[in-house]
């Protein structure tokens, strides 16, 4: 569904991505995990088209994204959740939503999938009058989450969804990024929590320093050394 | 005294609503793109003498063409938005204040110049058969034209909100404002966001020039000024409010004629009232840099 082929990608000068290659098969949750300034962030704007490459080919669905306007791939079905949610505070919770459902053919069918985001998020429709601003930063993750819903994407990009949440929202979370890859929507999920995002992923990408450099399913990653030290505290914390 | 005072103040009023109007454009813009057009003013007077044009050339109503003026001044801000602005939108937010401030200054000289070859330097104003006309009440004058051009703009800036607030084109402007990337990634077209507040911020803009044709006088070189008081205005305002920035046009308004009809009781002169618009705006900057009406909040 969607491939990266030797993705190099640079802030001005600054070489962030390194020859980044990797497959999302349609249905699938695939992690992208690694530390702290890895390129987790740049390689999904690159595919969201925030961040054109300097070589290399992103395809969606057997199209070309290198030349297409961001705007133009979300109409293709493909949607990014930035870091933070980025949610318009100045808006209320519906206003968000019906923006979600900007592209056309999604602003068609609105109705209906404001109801099935209002079935996954129960609380946004509690809150829908309420601007987005006075939301929680849970609320505002699941808001952001569930504009990107209204976009009827066939691949949900999500940046670190558990960032900054409560313990016991992490899990909820989770939960809920799972249960919607299980409706149909493909995810690619960017972490920092790897093991949770590891339990719930079909398979798993590792990145550091703007490579790929380790790659499995779930169980496999668990295994490599370097993966058990480096994000699940084995050997220091 | 205290009728010519209430006078005064309704005067303040009447040309108040253009400051808010000719702001609101201002705002408009600026919020939308954060390009500082300080060629406002200029595309203002264009309006002023387009309304001119028609009047003394094809004795055109300037009430009846207004339309006109708004055309007009919609292809002209999509001609300098295409040729010069556009460049700017990827910048970074200080770099593209600074670069459209630049721009701003040539398109206004060329404006001006353009302005002086074919209309000479002359103070025009465009003189109707109702123009002289004035109703009174409780004692208290109120020219036809200007309360008509109060009642428009009044009209336009409440049109302008519930677009803002009703339609999917003016969320797209608001979450623009809030944040391009995450409106980017709605689908919306920032580029054509930017054009299309950037060419309504021109016709409001041509539409106040029209009406300060009627109402009181143009000439090439009135823009400085207007582009002043616009910024003025919407700092007073406070950014992303759109009536409140209309208040904003009004109280300066007051202000100005409360401070010029003082200044005039103690035997100062009419200069005084040109300097209280800055003193105003110091004053808020200093002490609320959100603006009168604007949130801390984002
Ligand atoms: N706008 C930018 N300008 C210049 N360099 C940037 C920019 N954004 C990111 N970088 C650099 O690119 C590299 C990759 O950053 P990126 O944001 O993709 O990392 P990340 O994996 O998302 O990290 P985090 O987990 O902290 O979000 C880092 O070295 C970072 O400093
Ligand atoms: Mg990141």
Same mark, same amino acid.
């Given at each position: 569904?969607?491939?990266?082929?030797?993705?190099?990608?640079?802030?001005?000068? %600054?070489?962030?991505?390194?020859?980044?290659? +990797?497959?999302?098969?349609?249905?699938?949750?695939?992690?992208?995990? $690694?530390?702290? $300034?890895?390129?987790?962030?740049?390689?999904?704007? @690159?595919?969201?088209?925030?961040?054109?490459?300097?070589?290399?080919?992103?395809? +969606?669905?057997?199209?070309?994204?290198?030349?297409?306007?961001?705007?133009? @791939?979300?109409?293709?079905?493909?949607?990014?959740?930035?870091?933070?949610?980025?949610?318009?505070?100045?808006?209320?919770? %519906?206003?968000?939503?019906? %923006?979600?459902?900007?592209?056309?053919?999604?602003?068609?069918?609105?109705?209906?999938?404001?109801?099935?985001?209002?079935?996954?998020?129960? =609380?946004?429709?509690? =809150?829908?009058?309420?601007?987005?601003?006075?939301?929680?930063?849970?609320?505002?993750?699941?808001?952001?989450?569930?504009?990107?819903?209204?976009?009827?994407?066939?691949?949900?990009?999500?940046?670190?969804?558990?960032?900054?949440?409560?313990?016991?929202?992490?899990?909820?979370?989770?939960?809920?990024?799972?249960?919607?890859?299980?409706? $149909?929507?493909?995810?690619?999920?960017?972490?920092?929590?790897? =093991?949770?995002? @590891?339990?719930?992923?079909?398979?798993?990408?590792?990145?550091?320093?703007? =490579?790929?450099?380790?790659?499995?399913?779930?169980?496999?990653? %668990?295994? +490599?050394?370097?993966?058990?030290?480096?994000?699940?505290?084995?050997?220091?914390? | 005294?205290?009728? /010519?005072?209430?006078?005064?103040?309704?005067?303040?009023?009447?040309?108040?609503?253009?400051?808010?109007?000719?702001?609101?454009?201002?705002?408009?813009?600026?919020?939308?793109?954060?390009?500082?057009?300080?060629?406002?003013?200029?595309?203002?007077?264009?309006?002023?003498?387009?309304?001119?044009? #028609?009047?003394?050339?094809?004795?055109?109503?300037?009430?009846?063409?207004? &339309?006109?003026?708004?055309?007009?001044?919609?292809?002209?801000?999509?001609?300098?938005?295409?040729?010069?602005?556009?460049?700017?939108?990827?910048?970074?937010?200080?770099?593209?204040?600074?670069?459209?401030?630049?721009?701003?200054?040539?398109?206004?000289?060329?404006?001006?110049?353009?302005?002086?070859?074919?209309?000479?330097?002359?103070?025009?104003?465009?003189?109707?058969?109702?123009?002289?006309?004035?109703?009174?009440?409780?004692?208290?004058?109120? &020219?036809?034209?200007?309360? /008509?051009? #109060?009642?428009?703009?009044? *009209?336009? !800036?409440?049109?302008?909100?519930?677009?803002?607030?009703?339609?999917?084109?003016?969320?797209?402007?608001?979450?623009?404002?809030?944040?391009?990337?995450?409106?980017?990634?709605?689908?919306?077209?920032?580029?054509?966001?930017?054009?299309?507040?950037? *060419?309504?911020?021109?016709?409001?803009?041509?539409?106040?020039?029209?009406?300060?044709?009627?109402?009181?006088?143009?000439?090439?070189?009135?823009?400085?000024?207007?582009?002043?008081?616009?910024?003025?205005?919407?700092?007073?305002?406070?950014?992303?409010?759109?009536?409140?920035?209309?208040?904003?046009?009004?109280?300066?308004?007051?202000?100005?004629?409360?401070?010029?009809?003082? /200044?005039?009781?103690?035997?100062?002169?009419?200069?005084?009232?040109?300097?209280?618009?800055?003193?105003?705006?110091?004053? !808020?900057?200093?002490?609320? &840099?959100?603006?009168?009406?604007?949130?801390?909040?984002?």
């Amino acid at each position: 569904m969607l491939k990266l082929d030797t993705i190099n990608a640079f802030y001005a000068d %600054l070489q962030a991505l390194w020859g980044i290659s +990797f497959e999302v098969n349609a249905g699938e949750l695939v992690a992208l995990v $690694g530390p702290n $300034g890895a390129g987790k962030t740049t390689t999904l704007r @690159i595919i969201s088209g925030l961040l054109k490459p300097q070589s290399g080919t992103v395809t +969606f669905d057997g199209k070309t994204l290198n030349t297409e306007p961001a705007h133009k @791939i979300v109409e293709l079905g493909l949607c990014q959740v930035l870091e933070g949610g980025k949610v318009f505070t100045g808006m209320s919770v %519906l206003e968000n939503l019906e %923006l979600g459902a900007f592209v056309p053919q999604a602003r068609q069918v609105k109705n209906q999938t404001l109801k099935h985001v209002y079935e996954i998020f129960p =609380r946004l429709a509690e =809150r829908k009058n309420q601007r987005a601003g006075t939301l929680s930063g849970g609320e505002r993750q699941m808001l952001a989450i569930g504009r990107a819903l209204m976009s009827k994407p066939k691949l949900l990009m999500l940046d670190e969804p558990s960032f900054g949440l409560a313990p016991i929202l992490v899990d909820q979370m989770f939960q809920m990024i799972n249960e919607i890859n299980k409706q $149909g929507t493909t995810v690619l999920l960017v972490e920092q929590n790897v =093991r949770a995002s @590891i339990d719930i992923a079909h398979r798993a990408y590792v990145i550091e320093n703007g =490579r790929i450099v380790g790659h499995g399913s779930g169980e496999q990653l %668990l295994s +490599f050394e370097s993966v058990r030290s480096a994000y699940l505290g084995d050997s220091h914390a | 005294m205290l009728e /010519a005072f209430a006078q005064n103040l309704v005067y303040g009023v009447l040309i108040g609503a253009l400051y808010g109007l000719a702001a609101v454009g201002l705002s408009l813009v600026f919020g939308v793109t954060k390009f500082l057009n300080v060629a406002h003013g200029e595309f203002l007077m264009v309006g002023g003498y387009a309304s001119f044009w #028609l009047f003394t050339l094809w004795q055109v109503d300037p009430f009846v063409s207004l &339309p006109a003026a708004i055309v007009s001044l919609l292809v002209l801000g999509a001609v300098f938005y295409q040729a010069l602005f556009s460049r700017m939108v990827k910048l970074t937010e200080g770099v593209k204040i600074q670069n459209t401030l630049l721009i701003g200054f040539g398109v206004s000289l060329i404006l001006q110049n353009l302005a002086l070859k074919l209309w000479t330097a002359d103070t025009r104003s465009i003189t109707t058969a109702y123009s002289g006309q004035v109703f009174n009440f409780l004692g208290i004058r109120f &020219p036809l034209v200007r309360v /008509a051009s #109060l009642l428009i703009a009044l *009209v336009l !800036v409440i049109a302008l909100q519930l677009f803002l607030r009703r339609t999917y084109t003016g969320k797209a402007l608001r979450a623009t404002v809030e944040n391009w990337e995450a409106a980017t990634l709605m689908g919306i077209d920032i580029h054509r966001v930017y054009l299309l507040s950037f *060419v309504m911020g021109a016709a409001l803009a041509g539409v106040a020039g029209a009406l300060v044709g009627v109402g009181y006088s143009i000439e090439p070189g009135m823009g400085m000024s207007w582009t002043l008081k616009s910024l003025v205005v919407m700092v007073l305002g406070g950014l992303g409010s759109i009536t409140g920035t209309f208040v904003g046009g009004i109280i300066l308004g007051l202000t100005e004629s409360a401070t010029g009809f003082i /200044a005039l009781m103690a035997g100062g002169g009419l200069t005084y009232k040109e300097v209280v618009g800055l003193v105003l705006f110091l004053l !808020v900057l200093v002490f609320r &840099p959100e603006g009168l009406f604007g949130s801390k909040e984002g």
